[in-house]
Each structure stands twice: as C-alpha cells, then as structure tokens.
C-alpha cells in the first residue's frame, strides 16, 4: 500500500548548522510532495513543498530536493536558528482523485543554541 | 490571513458516547479532510471530501464515523461510539483545489476514558 518513509526520526544540531531530513515515498504515482512543521500544542503549517516536474526548489534558508527516480526527496534547513526546533512532515500526494496526503513518520529536531 | 478553525480544542468523553467535532474550513476552499494522530505517531488520513460526498476514507474511517457538511460554514466529525482506541488529536484541512496545500485547524484533542 501506499506508505511514506522518513528519516531521522529525531536530530540534534547546534544552531547555524544544517539539518537535512529524508523522505522515501512507494507510489510512484505521487506528484505533489508538502513538508509541514508542526509545533508543540499546534496544527501542521506547510513550509515548502515541490511538483514532481522540478528537482529542486529554494525559499530563503528552506530547500527540498526530489528525486523521482529513486522515490526520494530531502527537506534542507540552513543556518539553523532555536526558532526552528519543532516536528517536521513530509507527505506525498497524487494530485488526482482525492488528494489525500500520506504522512511520513515525523522527524523531531532540536537546535541547540 | 483566513485560516481553519475548529472546536473544541479538548473534548473529554466517556467510552460509547457520541461525540461531533467541528471544523470551519477557509470560506473559498472546495476540499475538505479529517486526519488524526495519535499521541507520537504520524498524522493519518481519514476523509476527504468534496462536493457534499465523501471522496476517499481511510480503513480507519468504519461505520462508527460520519462526516457532514450541514451548512456553507461548517465540516463536522461524528464519532457515534466512542472507543479508547479512538483518543488522538484530529485534524481538519481545506483546500481550495484538490492539487494543492492543505491548510490544516489546530486540532482537537479527543481524550475516551
């Protein structure tokens, strides 16, 4: 069945370091890939996301890289700050049907100052 | 910025009761969807719908839960018998096209004691 991949599952880095967490999804169907970040006591806020027509996609410190060839796709988070300790989601999504997103299992990551 | 909105933001019952969570989607968007997640674990998908129908429903979405669209405003959740298994937090998303961000309520946390 349809399932989502993710790695680490918790990640320590010392603030102004990279954090680079990875996604492994099985339907090669899926086209739409969202990460969300979701802080404690709150509701998942989407934080970039990619098409399956573009490999790579940038905003300010944020980037996430797919490739649909091996099924996989990376969230990039430069320069990290505090601000930036929270859970991250990736998801993968075929954008025809229903939409539904499929989870991957969450990476905790913590940026020691 | 509009943004999904949903009560309550805790709901404590007793295991067999019913319960209705309420979820005000953003006032354009046509697609709608419930999710959970249990305490650590990865946000699931129950539901979507669209056009006064159910679209897709998750394995976990059995007979003892019904989704509706009673008004232009609202999306509710009806669990009819509560079970302890079904204690999670439970999102509700909207988006304006089915290809495209979620936008996610802050949840409600459903405790079945």
């Known amino acids: 069945g349809e399932n989502v991949e993710q790695h680490p599952s918790t990640l320590s880095v010392q603030e102004g370091d990279s954090a680079v967490i990875k996604c492994t999804y099985s339907?090669?169907?899926?086209?739409?890939f969202p990460w969300y970040k979701q802080e404690l006591g709150k509701g998942p806020q989407l934080i970039i996301d990619?098409?399956?027509?573009?490999g790579e996609k940038k905003d300010q410190r944020i980037a996430v890289t797919l490739n649909k060839t091996a099924k996989h796709f990376s969230l990039h988070i430069t320069e990290t700050q505090p601000e930036d300790s929270a859970v991250y989601f990736c998801a993968a999504c075929l954008t025809s049907g229903t939409y539904k997103y499929i989870f991957g299992t969450g990476t905790r990551l913590k940026v020691l100052a | 910025e509009p943004e999904v909105t949903q009560t309550p933001s805790h709901q404590v019952t007793q295991m067999g009761q019913e319960v209705i969570l309420r979820c005000v989607p953003i006032s354009n968007h046509l697609y709608f969807y419930w999710y959970r997640q249990i305490l650590g674990q990865k946000v699931e998908f129950l539901v979507s719908f669209y056009n006064n129908e159910i679209s897709e429903k998750s394995e976990i979405f059995d007979d003892q839960f019904s989704v509706e669209r009673p008004d232009g405003s609202n999306f509710t959740l009806k669990i009819r018998s509560t079970k302890l298994e079904d204690s999670a937090m439970y999102f509700c998303?909207?988006?304006?096209?089915?290809?495209?961000?979620?936008?996610f309520g802050p949840g409600t946390r459903l405790t079945v004691l």
């Open positions: 339907d090669s169907a899926s086209n739409y």
């Open positions: 990619i098409r399956s027509n573009v």
């Open positions: 998303a909207s988006s304006e096209m089915g290809a495209g961000e979620q936008f």
